[in-house]
């Protein structure tokens, strides 16, 4: 048996030092953390509990597994290794490249569409819209990933530079 623990169904106003002094009463803690959401800062509900033996661990799953903390009846057990999971990736791609990831990509594309229509309804009225639309579509490229192909792409109104 490991002396490490798994603390599941924990109230999201649970925080490490309450854990810790919950299981304080079973032996001594060497750690205690719940786990939080990068994004938010909030609990993720569910934490890990290390004991200083392993005779401690037993004894806090026999006496906090099913108890209520909370309002919430506690799920207590050895805490299993991690699961090797793959990498994450950065997000789609659209069309070449792909994985950089973030909005850059996605508004690049939305310039480059919405120059390609505006210079396909520009082109047989007035010719200069076409070249405000290029200059805009450039400066929106400006802020992304990739400028030069962007800017390529909305001055030739092509979906991909020749």
Request: zero cysteines.
């Amino acid at each position: 048996m490991g002396n490490k623990l798994y603390v599941g169904n924990l109230p999201y106003t649970v925080r490490d030092e309450d854990l810790q002094k919950a299981f304080g009463e079973f032996g001594q803690v060497s750690s205690a953390k719940v786990m939080m959401e990068r994004d938010t800062g909030r609990s993720k509900g569910f934490g890990f509990v290390e004991m200083g033996s392993d005779s401690d661990a037993q004894s806090a799953i026999e006496g906090m597994n099913g108890q209520s903390l909370g309002g919430r009846s506690l799920v207590v057990n050895e805490a299993r290794p991690m699961e090797s999971r793959p990498p994450r990736s950065g997000g789609g791609g659209f069309g070449g490249g792909g994985g950089g990831g973030g909005y850059g990509g996605v508004v690049a594309v939305a310039a480059v569409v919405v120059a390609k229509a505006a210079v396909a309804k520009a082109s047989s009225a007035a010719p200069t819209a076409a070249v405000v639309v290029a200059k805009a579509a450039a400066a929106v490229a400006a802020a992304t990933d990739h400028p030069p192909l962007i800017a390529k792409t909305a001055a030739t109104g092509r979906s991909r530079p020749a």
